[in-house]
Nanobody, 122 residues
């Protein structure tokens, strides 16, 4: 079970840190990604963190502003979002699956959090 939190309403240029708490699974064994879905758009991948040693991969347009990290002791994955823009407004979801590849299709993920809303105003 995944529980996402940390969303909110912010101004352009602000930062937010999203959290994804995983229960019932040892998070270090899973590939965990953050996705987002804006109204009327498809769900898109934002960032992925792989199993140990926690290599990361980011969507091209978010690279440099977003950072994904993991705390294995807390079984939690974070997404730090800096310099937020209005186009970052979306519901953000965390997802997890077993494996070692870079999975970008939402249908490739087995476990999902409930989503947390991020709204960025200009």
């Amino acid at each position: 079970q995944l529980q996402a939190s940390g969303g909110g309403r912010v101004q352009a240029g602000d930062s937010l840190r999203l959290s994804c708490v995983v229960s019932g699974h040892n998070i270090s064994r899973y590939v965990v990604s953050w996705f987002r879905q804006a109204p009327g758009k498809e769900r898109e991948i934002v960032a992925t963190i792989f199993r140990a040693p926690s290599a990361q991969c980011y969507d091209f347009f978010m690279r440099g502003r977003f950072a994904i990290s993991r705390d294995n002791d807390l079984n939690t994955v974070y997404l730090l979002m800096n310099n937020l823009k209005p186009e970052d407004t979306a519901v953000y979801y965390c997802a997890a699956r077993d494996g070692e590849n870079h999975y970008v299709d939402p249908y490739e993920y087995e476990y999902w959090g409930q989503g947390t809303q991020v709204t960025v105003s200009s």
